[in-house]
Nanobody
Framework: EVQLVESGGGLVQPGGSLRLSCAAS????????MKWVRQAPGKGLEWVSG???????DLAESVKGRFTISRDTAKNELYLQMNSLEIEDTGVYYC??????????RGQGTQVTVSS
């Protein structure tokens, strides 16, 4: 059974950092594209970042220079390092299968709140 479990969210002040993790089971990250998507309050899903099965990464323009996607294939975990967080980054963050777009199997999400 495919399962994705996100963690690492929380409350942080503007300019702060968080590292999100996604534990995957039932399939291998090493042969699957993965991504992070988010949903701000009252808005739809937004693609944030993706990583291909061979390690190529992409970032949305709004997070370039601040966020980094990575993975540990030995642990079968996906990560999103978020630095210089802004209030606009507030939302529920999901890891999902696939490299781009907002579709695909995803986890239950982890809440990120950026507030002073």
């Amino acid at each position: 059974e495919v399962q994705l479990v996100e963690s690492g969210g929380g409350l942080v002040q503007p300019g702060g950092s968080l590292r999100l993790s996604c534990a995957a089971s039932g399939f291998k990250l090493s042969v699957n594209d993965m991504k992070w998507v988010r949903q701000a309050p009252g808005k739809g899903l937004e693609w944030v970042s993706g990583i291909s099965w061979f390690g190529s990464t992409d970032l949305a323009e709004s997070v370039k220079g601040r966020f980094t996607i990575s993975r540990d294939t030995a642990k079968n975990e996906l990560y999103l390092q978020m630095n210089s967080l802004e209030i606009e980054d507030t939302g529920v963050y999901y890891c999902a299968i696939g490299r781009v777009g907002t579709g695909g199997t995803r986890g239950q999400g982890t809440q990120v709140t950026v507030s002073s």
